[in-house]
């Protein structure tokens, strides 16, 4: 740490982002109360680059600029969002904790506060994720999908009538900004498969940092690690990154670990889906057991697909 006592937090500089960093510190502070915090905000390449396609440019486009400054010694740790994380994370770094999960379920916003089902010939629906476009495509097929960016407030701002009639969010940013009257419609994880780690705060350091360490095991949750240990396993037989319609959801029931995977075609025009049980004690091969059950039924071509993209 760079003075006794001060720990060096980086984070990006949206609401969302600041508020997640405010609930680790928060968590900290409990632990450690004679901790203070320095927080440092970063601007990645995804945040400067914000009209740009988001599968065009790459993995890691809201962390790398954090990462590197946390190699660099500049930072002690650093808040993430765990979907924004490749599988992969550079040489030198690890993630030093998971909080509990917050809820993993995506959810609908629209103009008419109607369900999907229910949505209008030709509703605009907005969103730049490849994963919910395709189930989009597929489970709603009277709807068009346009793409839209931005942070959680442009885009609810966008989602009243101007570029579009509704989008698709994360209600765990909803849940923390406080902004949960304007969801319109919870969708189910089961069948609208949430990416890998959404709902989850990892917090990322550099290895060797003992006591940064040592801190961190205070808000670390064994449940959620287990989970997203097996969702990230999913992905990374793709490849280790989210430019592709793909999904992962593990929970626990006691010694149980259930996990919802989908793969799908861009154009929604392919979706495969399969939920597997196996033990808590094995969530890697568990990954592993979903991937052939989705390549069993016929879901190899896009998976060789999403490997070369």
């Given at each position: 740490?760079?003075?006794?006592?001060?720990?060096?937090v980086?984070?990006?500089?949206?609401?969302?982002?600041?508020?997640?960093?405010?609930?680790?510190?928060?968590?900290?502070?409990?632990?450690?109360?004679?901790?203070?915090?320095?927080?440092?905000?970063i601007?990645?390449?995804?945040?400067?680059?914000?009209?740009?396609?988001?599968?065009?440019?790459?993995?890691?486009?809201?962390?790398?600029?954090?990462?590197?400054?946390?190699?660099?010694?500049?930072?002690d740790?650093?808040?993430?969002?765990?979907?924004?994380?490749?599988?992969?994370?550079?040489?030198?770094?690890?993630?030093?904790?998971?909080?509990?999960?917050?809820?993993?379920?995506?959810?609908?916003?629209?103009?008419?506060?109607?369900?999907?089902?229910?949505?209008?010939?030709?509703t605009?629906?907005?969103?730049?994720?490849?994963?919910?476009?395709?189930?989009?495509?597929?489970?709603?097929?009277?709807?068009?999908?346009?793409?839209?960016?931005?942070?959680v407030?442009?885009?609810?701002?966008?989602?009243?009538?101007?570029?579009?009639?509704?989008?698709?969010?994360?209600?765990?940013?909803?849940?923390?900004?406080?902004?949960?009257?304007?969801?319109?419609?919870?969708?189910?994880?089961?069948?609208?498969?949430?990416?890998?780690?959404?709902?989850?705060?990892?917090?990322?350091?550099?290895?060797?940092?003992?006591?940064?360490?040592?801190?961190?095991?205070?808000?670390?949750?064994?449940?959620?690690?287990?989970a997203?240990?097996?969702?990230?396993?999913?992905?990374?037989?793709?490849?280790?990154?989210?430019?592709?319609?793909?999904?992962?959801?593990?929970?626990?029931?006691?010694?149980?670990?259930?996990?919802?995977?989908?793969?799908?075609?861009?154009?929604?025009?392919?979706?495969?889906?399969?939920?597997?049980?196996?033990?808590?004690?094995?969530?890697?091969?568990?990954?592993?057991?979903?991937?052939?059950?989705?390549?069993?039924?016929?879901?190899?071509?896009?998976?060789?697909?999403?490997?070369?993209?």
């Open positions: 740490m760079a003075e006794s006592n001060v720990v060096r980086g984070t990006r500089g949206s609401s969302l982002a600041r508020r997640q960093t405010d609930q680790v510190m928060d968590l900290l502070r409990a632990s450690q109360p004679e901790l203070e915090f320095e927080v440092n905000i601007r990645t390449h995804g945040d400067a680059n914000a009209n740009a396609p988001l599968a065009g440019m790459g993995l890691g486009v809201f962390v790398k600029e954090i990462e590197q400054q946390l190699l660099s010694g500049q930072l740790l650093a808040v993430h969002s765990l979907k924004d994380m490749p599988t992969q994370l550079p040489s030198g770094l690890s993630i030093g904790a998971v909080l509990e999960r917050e809820d993993p379920r995506d959810v609908q916003v629209n103009r008419w506060h109607c369900p999907l089902s229910d949505l209008p010939l030709e605009r629906i907005g969103t730049s994720s490849p994963r919910r476009a395709s189930q989009l495509k597929h489970n709603c097929p009277q709807v068009h999908v346009v793409p839209i960016r931005g942070n407030e442009t885009r609810l701002s966008k989602a009243q009538g101007g570029e579009c009639d509704g989008t698709i969010l994360a209600a765990a940013g909803l849940i923390r900004l406080g902004l949960t009257e304007h969801i319109t419609e919870y969708l189910p994880p089961q069948q609208f498969v949430p990416p890998p780690g959404q709902g989850v705060l990892a917090v990322e350091i550099r290895d060797g940092q003992e006591f940064i360490s040592h801190l961190l095991n205070t808000i670390e949750h064994s449940a959620t690690r287990r997203i240990t097996a969702e990230r396993a999913f992905l990374e037989t793709l490849g280790g990154g989210c430019q592709v319609p793909v999904g992962a959801y593990a929970y626990a029931e006691a010694e149980t670990l259930i996990l919802t995977v989908f793969i799908g075609s861009p154009d929604g025009k392919y979706v495969f889906r399969d939920t597997l049980h196996g033990s808590i004690h094995n969530p890697v091969e568990l990954a592993t057991n979903a991937y052939e059950a989705l390549v069993q039924q016929g879901a190899g071509e896009l998976f060789e697909t999403a490997r070369t993209e």
